[in-house]
């Protein structure tokens, strides 16, 4: 069976920077995109960065030249690094795995951005 877990959220100031990471099993983790999404209380789940089987990348605007999405396909293991954080990209953080009509998601790490 499909998992992934995400890990390495926590609380952080204004400015400062995050790594999380997503393990997968049970999957042929190097042939899936792979993707970061968020939700805050009361908005909706936002896309905030992909990554392709050929490591080609997405990102939502409001992210761009702070966040980057990798992976290492030997660990089947996505990361998001995060600079620069914001109060507002305070969220939990969800990871997501889609190949064709198969699509997994994690139970999410919460990222909370306070002084």
């Known amino acids: 069976q499909a998992q992934l877990r995400e890990s390495g959220g926590g609380l952080v100031q204004p400015g400062d920077s995050l790594r999380l990471s997503c393990v997968a099993s049970?999957?042929?983790?190097?042939?899936?995109?792979m993707a970061w999404y968020r939700q805050a209380p009361g908005k909706q789940r936002e896309l905030v960065a992909t990554i392709n089987s050929g490591d080609r990348t997405t990102y939502a605007d409001i992210v761009k030249g702070r966040f980057t999405i990798s992976r290492d396909d030997a660990k089947s293991t996505v990361y998001l690094d995060m600079n620069n954080l914001r109060p507002e990209d305070a969220a939990g953080y969800y990871c997501?795995?889609?190949?064709?009509?198969?699509?997994?998601w994690g139970q999410g790490t919460q990222v909370t951005v306070s002084s």
């Open positions: 049970g999957m042929a983790f190097s042939l899936y995109t």
């Open positions: 997501n795995a889609v190949l064709k009509s198969l699509i997994f």
